[in-house]
């Protein structure tokens, strides 16, 4: 597939391509926004193998590869970049490996975990500062949570309720914080891995007046410690909550989409 990829995106010039050209090369995007100024393009391969043994089938191996074309526009309308990637889940017969999407194009970057249950579209700090100078509608409050860079991933729970994903920093533009607005009030949060080989367990209560924003920095100082046996590596986790952005997200993204629903307006000025 990924040579494929290449041969579908070869005709796109940065600086030339327009969305209409890309997108009679490519189809209809997966997801878009014209705000955002991105399309992401996706594609899907299933493929399956039996093995034989004296001429008995033995076992089944299958694989899906599911492929991502990320192209990003500039103020013109024009390609500001594009990248390709894909994801694979693989069968435990295969000798393949199940494997994650991970792509950055300009100022937008998207990540698929290797199972295809986690897809995150994030925009560079620059981006989502501006986004987030936008007032707070009210009668709620943004919660803005990231994360200084643990690769085990985190899930984040919010009253208990209401499971959400911070994908792993496997790679430094994928650090973006996660925005969440929910009602003006106090709100008890969880913290643990996404990842089965890590363990750590934190919480915290944030008070978010009404219109206002509250920053959300879960840390690992110290690295991790193999716990019991070497199957887990056990990391402490302390959590701030802060009126201001702290120096640990200073840089950091903002994560725009999130498993299937818009953290923020697709189309923030319609």
Known sequence: MPDELSRRTSPIVVGESDRASVRGLLGQPWLASEHWRFDLFRSNDHNST??????VP????TQDVRGYVLVSYDERGKVKAFASGAGREASILSETHWTAASMQAGDVAFWESSGGDARHV??????G?????????????RLLIGTDGNFCGTRITIDRAHPMQMPPADYQWLQSMLPVDVAAGSHDLAFKPVRWMCSFDAAATAPCGDGESAYVAV???GGGVMGPGGFKVKFTADVSVNRDRPDSLRDHGLIIYSNGQWLVPQEPDR
């Open 219 to 221: 840390t690992f100082p």
């Open 58 to 61: 033995v076992g089944l191996s």
């Open 129 to 141: 500062s501006e986004y987030l100078k936008r007032p707070v509608p009210a009668g709620r409050c």
């Open 50 to 55: 039996v093995f034989w043994v004296a001429f």
């Open 122 to 127: 994030a925009v560079d700090s620059a981006r």
